[in-house]
């Protein structure tokens, strides 16, 4: 645990029981992903955009036995 994080919770310990919770409603509120319609569409148009590529033949397909075949010779 940082310095930094351990200042801030002797810091919060010594706040009110409703500043404590305004401080927690703050915290949880950054952690939620307010952009997640974004990424999802954004996946999805990577998603059709890969797939096209295989449909038209642009990439070479590799079976996963073999990509991890050479891993694994890669590892040892």
């Known amino acids: 645990m940082s310095a930094k994080l351990v200042e801030l919770q002797t810091q919060a310990k010594q706040l009110g029981v409703?500043?404590?919770?305004?401080l927690a409603n703050f915290l949880l509120e950054t952690l939620e992903s307010n952009d997640s319609d974004e990424v999802s569409q954004a996946w999805e148009m990577e998603i059709a955009a890969r797939w096209?590529?295989?449909e038209r033949g642009d990439?070479?397909?590799?079976p996963a036995t073999e990509v991890f075949a050479e891993i694994r010779s890669k590892l040892r």
């Open 18 to 22: 409703e500043e404590r919770a305004q």
């Open 59 to 62: 990439v070479e397909l590799i």
């Open 52 to 54: 096209a590529e295989i």
